[in-house]
């Protein structure tokens, strides 16, 4: 059973839901999983559109996946991405970090939370970043059953803890179009 890794960060637009993992590839390599269509269609979804310009449109991977528009924050290849998903006033803002260091490179995504005790997001979302590292890795992909409802006590549990015993730090990372 895969074991839960988000923690929780305050961030000046809200709580996000955040995990890292860890490749031992290129930064652009990793990026691609990211940016590319059909490598994102691996693990995640798929998007149209052209991020040069800003007008996207995402799904995640899923037979009744509804297409959503996308409204980009930032976008410093191959280390930075901000985005809104959704229509306005019912979107959902992610991000990612992309840093290489010493041979590895670290993909850093958040997830905001629209209700901080929302235990289903943290547990998608390692669902789809192992689903990434599997791809990547050229290995089994996961199986959702390992994620749902196992990894929900986890994630609960961290929504209902004191802001001090969460483990939370505050702007770890600068807002979208912030430094």
């Known amino acids: 059973m ?31 999983y990211l940016s590319r269509s059909p490598r994102l269609a691996s693990w995640v979804g798929e998007f149209t559109g052209s991020p040069a310009t800003g007008a996207l449109r995402f799904r995640l991977n899923g037979d009744d996946a509804a297409w959503e528009d996308v ?12 985005a809104d998903i959704g229509r306005a006033g019912d979107s959902w803002r992610v991000y990612w970090h992309v840093v290489q260091s010493g041979g590895h490179t670290t993909l850093t995504f958040g997830r905001r ?9 943290g547990a998608r979302w390692d669902y789809y970043l ?16 390992e994620y749902v409802p196992a990894m ?12 001090q015993e969460r483990g939370t730090r505050q702007n770890t990372a600068p807002a979208a179009g912030q430094g």
Do not use: N
């Open 2 to 32: 895969a074991a839960p890794t988000g923690r929780l960060i305050r961030r000046d637009d809200g709580v996000y839901v955040v995990l890292d993992r860890i490749f031992h590839a290129s930064i652009e390599e990793v990026w691609s």
């Open 71 to 82: 409204s980009v924050l930032e976008c410093e290849a191959p280390h930075r991405f901000a």
């Open 113 to 121: 939370l629209g209700v901080l005790t929302d235990s289903s997001e």
């Open 130 to 145: 192992d689903r990434l590292v599997a791809v990547h890795d050229r290995t089994a992909l996961p199986r959702w059953e």
């Open 152 to 163: 929900s006590r986890y994630y609960q549990m961290l929504a209902t803890l004191p802001l």
